[in-house]
């Protein structure tokens, strides 16, 4: 049976995501992580972990355990908060998906982070774009996310971790609040 440990659980897409885990594959076995602890229903119905990523050895021993097969990497700086701080948001976004990857190579785990449509940019063809176009993101957030899709591809090739993405469009939760993207400011309309 699968073990999965996921970052960034209480996030947009972690806070759905959590709830299906669990079914599918019981509630012993996702093992949810986020820097903070809320009273949101996925610290309430089963294993979470307070775990700040950009800590490797923290991340590590949370894998270790629970004795985890998988890691679904979802923490991250969103793009709008990421362009008020772009420091941050490269060494929350990059840090923490190195240290997921490392801790993917060294316990020989399967590997998913989600990639965005920021990683295009204004010169990416909008009609029929291919799966391998030009991306030139201006925004630190687009920056993150082509750098994380060439860190996966690098562990693959070089380590052979099993690593997977998905590029999604804009997200938006019907449980949790925005939380620093770019659909915050349409819900502030």
Excluded at 32 to 38: G, M, S
Excluded at 58 to 67: C, D, G, S
Excluded at 107 to 124: C, E, K, M, V, Y
Excluded at 147 to 167: H, I, P, Q, S, W
């Amino acid at each position: 049976m699968k073990r999965i440990l996921v970052t960034g659980a209480l996030g947009q897409i972690g806070s759905e995501l959590i709830i299906k885990l669990r079914e599918r594959y019981g509630t012993e076995h996702i093992i949810a992580t986020d820097i903070r602890k809320n009273g949101n229903p996925v610290v309430q119905s089963g294993p979470f972990e307070t775990l700040d990523v950009t800590d490797a050895k923290e991340m590590a021993a949370v894998a270790k355990k629970y004795q985890v097969d998988t890691v679904i990497h979802l923490a991250a700086l969103l793009s709008a908060t990421a362009e008020k701080n772009p420091l941050l948001a490269w060494n929350l976004n990059m840090g923490g998906l190195v240290n997921a990857l490392e801790v993917a190579r060294e316990l020989n785990l399967q590997f998913f982070t989600p990639s965005s449509i920021g990683a295009f940019g204004p010169t990416t063809p909008k009609d029929h774009t291919p799966q391998d176009t030009i991306q030139r993101p201006i925004t630190m957030y687009g920056v993150n996310k082509v750098a994380g899709e060439l860190l996966c591809d690098y562990y693959y090739y070089k380590f052979g971790v099993d690593t997977r993405g998905l590029r999604f469009p804009g997200l938006i939760s019907y449980v949790t609040p925005p939380g620093g993207g770019t659909t915050d400011n349409a819900v502030e309309i």
